[in-house]
């Protein structure tokens, strides 16, 4: 992989803004921005996904006000501590086969609920403020979707939501 400028700062008062810049162009552009950072989190997300899905490899980045100046946020929130401990209650009902994969379904049914889990994922992650996901991210929600039943799927997405809106 080719590496990217560094994104510029933002010229004017501070205020919200997403950029992005693609490999090929080598140079940052204004993706949205908004004195508010709701409706730029979501038009970062929405794009984020739709250049994905479409095979496009872009890095964002997102400015924003902090202590009466411009401050680059990460678009990847870190946890700030790890796991208490390796096992985890609901750890052994996710890693065993969902109750989905026990029942024969046709592949298209199949596909579409895998489909939908992944949506379910991807819109929890929105929510918790994780746009800018790698391949690798992609490939992890992607084997979440697969493993995972419905019911799973919800209730992370739920956590991811709910971490969000802290």
Request: glycine share 8%.
């Amino acid at each position: 992989m080719e590496p990217r400028p560094e994104s510029p700062r933002p010229q004017g008062a501070p205020r919200w803004v997403a950029s992005y810049c693609r490999p090929a162009e080598q140079t940052w552009r204004t993706a949205a921005e908004s004195p508010h950072r709701s409706p730029v989190l979501h038009a970062l997300g929405e794009m984020t996904q739709t250049l994905r899905a479409r095979g496009d490899e872009v890095t964002f980045a997102l400015w924003g006000p902090k202590d009466g100046g411009w401050h680059r946020f990460d678009t990847l929130l870190k946890p700030e501590t790890p796991p208490k401990s390796d096992t985890h209650p609901h750890q052994a009902a996710a890693s065993g086969p969902s109750p989905e994969a026990a029942a024969p379904q046709p592949a298209g049914l199949t596909e579409r609920m895998t489909g939908r889990r992944h949506q379910v994922l991807m819109s929890g992650l929105g929510k918790a403020g994780l746009y800018d996901l790698s391949p690798e991210d992609d490939a992890t929600v992607q084997a979440l979707a697969e493993r995972l039943d419905e019911a799973a799927v919800r209730r992370v997405a739920h956590w991811l939501a709910a971490a969000g809106a802290r």
